[in-house]
């Protein structure tokens, strides 16, 4: 069987061994499996790295675990909120007009997963010169995300830009992969009903779940054994609502054996450790490898997710986060309003309203009363369902058979 070729085409696409975003890497793995040729084209540069590659040419080639990846050089910057980032995205997008096509194999396939969507016009071109089929992957909505989340005029010159280029990616993609369940609806409000469309979640690597780490004893020492613990782990942005379980920490302050844990870094901390100034029950903890989150995990009652109260996310989300606390097996709070929530799908936790310190204080109450042996059914349930539904393997093999067909 001939292999079929497939470029990622992804700013953000990192591995274990830099950091996030890991969602194309563990696909690729096992695209590998299933016979296909992976090259990942991405910056050398993220605000999300923890590691960045070491890159002194224009473009460098690297083999990770059987993928190439192809490294764009770009500038660093210092945080998500920099306006080098947009330099970064600029040129980015111009390198992709001069990509060292003699070394990359000819795709099949491209599937262009942006953010901000100007990398589109190059991968557009670049599926006209190959006559390849063009995949456009939504992971976040964008310009809505930065509309609404960002506080950004419909009207201003670039965000109409970004409008622009999201257009042209869903009328000239052969096919939509996006990670929101409900996207669908979002074409179908934008006037594109009868668009291709597949959803492909973010989920779980299964063998990498089995290599943790143990946490390290500076962070382990930190959290204490005797407390009814509720975590959440990763990025402390806007769009995560941590100010909300901040308030619902203080609600709770009488109750000194429960303790909420932010473990993290993000352009939020800062503001989210001074409203938490004075309550010894809200804990800051600094951001972990990846493959230390299980062993944290293994030390809390409960997880906490939650999100903007914001119309953008009626379309669903996917966040990483919430996979690996299902994984972990524990009861999660899920702040979220979305019209479909997993977490009421897998019966894995309480659901409650967005932006609501005092629903959330009432979850953490509620699952605090529970027996252990209640909370372990919930955390069982959540274990079961991602394995069952979420594991980078049976995405992989969904995401194949849509191939096929094109």
């Given at each position: 069987m001939?292999?079929?070729?497939?470029?990622?085409?992804?700013?953000?696409?990192?591995?274990?061994?830099?950091g996030?975003?890991?969602?194309?890497?563990?696909?690729?793995?096992?695209?590998?499996?299933?016979?296909?040729?992976?090259?990942?084209?991405?910056?050398?540069y993220?605000?999300l790295?923890?590691?960045?590659p070491k890159?002194?040419?224009?473009?460098?080639l690297e083999?990770?675990?059987?993928?190439?990846?192809?490294?764009?050089?770009?500038?660093?910057?210092?945080?998500?909120?920099d306006?080098?980032r947009?330099i970064?995205?600029l040129?980015f997008?111009?390198s992709?007009?001069?990509?060292?096509?003699?070394?990359?194999?000819?795709?099949?396939y491209?599937?262009i997963?942006?953010?901000e969507?100007?990398?589109?016009?190059?991968s557009?071109?670049?599926?006209?010169?190959?006559?390849s089929?063009?995949?456009f992957?939504?992971?976040d909505?964008?310009?809505?995300?930065?509309?609404?989340?960002g506080?950004y005029s419909?009207?201003h010159?670039?965000?109409?830009?970004?409008?622009?280029f999201e257009d042209?990616?869903?009328?000239?993609?052969?096919?939509?992969?996006?990670?929101l369940p409900?996207y669908?609806?979002?074409?179908?409000?934008?006037?594109?009903?009868d668009?291709?469309?597949?959803?492909?979640?973010?989920?779980v690597?299964l063998?990498?779940?089995?290599?943790?780490e143990?946490?390290?004893?500076?962070?382990?020492?930190?959290?204490?054994?005797?407390?009814?613990?509720?975590a959440?782990?990763?990025?402390?942005?806007?769009a995560?609502a941590?100010?909300?379980?901040?308030?619902?920490?203080k609600?709770?302050?009488d109750y000194?054996?429960?303790l909420?844990?932010?473990?993290?870094?993000?352009g939020?901390?800062?503001?989210?450790?001074?409203?938490?100034?004075g309550?010894?029950?809200?804990k800051f903890l600094?951001?972990?490898?990846?493959r230390?989150v299980?062993s944290?995990?293994?030390?809390v009652?409960?997880?906490?997710?939650?999100?903007?109260?914001?119309?953008?996310?009626?379309?669903?989300?996917?966040?990483?986060?919430?996979?690996?606390?299902m994984?972990?097996?524990?009861?999660?709070?899920h702040?979220?309003?979305t019209?479909?929530d997993?977490?009421t799908?897998?019966?894995?936790g309480?659901?409650?309203?967005?932006?609501?310190?005092?629903a959330?204080?009432?979850?953490?109450?509620k699952?605090y009363?529970?027996?252990?042996?209640?909370?372990k059914?919930?955390?069982?349930n959540?274990?079961?369902?991602v394995i069952?539904?979420?594991s980078?393997?049976?995405?992989a093999?969904?995401l194949?058979?849509?191939?096929?067909?094109y």
């Amino acid at each position: 069987m001939v292999k079929k070729n497939i470029w990622i085409i992804n700013e953000y696409a990192g591995s274990p061994y830099h950091g996030m975003e890991f969602r194309h890497y563990y696909l690729g793995k096992e695209l590998l499996k299933l016979g296909y040729n992976v090259t990942i084209i991405t910056a050398s540069y993220s605000h999300l790295f923890k590691n960045p590659p070491k890159v002194k040419d224009r473009f460098e080639l690297e083999k990770i675990d059987g993928i190439n990846y192809l490294w764009i050089k770009v500038p660093h910057y210092s945080k998500s909120w920099d306006k080098k980032r947009v330099i970064k995205w600029l040129l980015f997008t111009y390198s992709l007009f001069k990509l060292p096509l003699n070394k990359l194999p000819k795709p099949d396939y491209i599937i262009i997963s942006p953010m901000e969507t100007l990398p589109v016009l190059p991968s557009y071109k670049l599926a006209k010169k190959y006559d390849s089929k063009l995949i456009f992957e939504v992971k976040d909505i964008w310009p809505l995300s930065i509309i609404e989340l960002g506080n950004y005029s419909p009207k201003h010159p670039f965000i109409k830009l970004l409008k622009y280029f999201e257009d042209m990616a869903i009328k000239k993609s052969d096919l939509i992969v996006s990670v929101l369940p409900n996207y669908g609806e979002y074409l179908k409000d934008n006037g594109y009903k009868d668009k291709n469309f597949i959803y492909i979640p973010n989920g779980v690597d299964l063998e990498d779940m089995e290599r943790t780490e143990p946490l390290n004893e500076d962070i382990k020492k930190q959290i204490p054994m005797n407390k009814f613990k509720v975590a959440y782990t990763g990025t402390v942005g806007i769009a995560n609502a941590l100010e909300y379980l901040v308030e619902a920490g203080k609600i709770l302050k009488d109750y000194k054996d429960i303790l909420i844990l932010i473990v993290g870094e993000g352009g939020e901390k800062e503001k989210l450790q001074k409203m938490a100034e004075g309550y010894d029950n809200i804990k800051f903890l600094p951001a972990i490898p990846k493959r230390q989150v299980q062993s944290l995990l293994s030390l809390v009652d409960a997880c906490y997710i939650g999100l903007k109260n914001k119309h953008l996310f009626k379309y669903g989300v996917s966040p990483n986060k919430i996979f690996d606390y299902m994984y972990a097996g524990k009861p999660i709070i899920h702040s979220i309003n979305t019209k479909i929530d997993i977490v009421t799908m897998a019966n894995c936790g309480i659901s409650t309203k967005a932006e609501n310190p005092n629903a959330i204080a009432e979850a953490i109450l509620k699952l605090y009363n529970m027996s252990q042996g209640e909370r372990k059914k919930l955390g069982e349930n959540g274990k079961k369902y991602v394995i069952e539904n979420h594991s980078y393997e049976k995405l992989a093999k969904r995401l194949d058979e849509v191939l096929k067909n094109y």
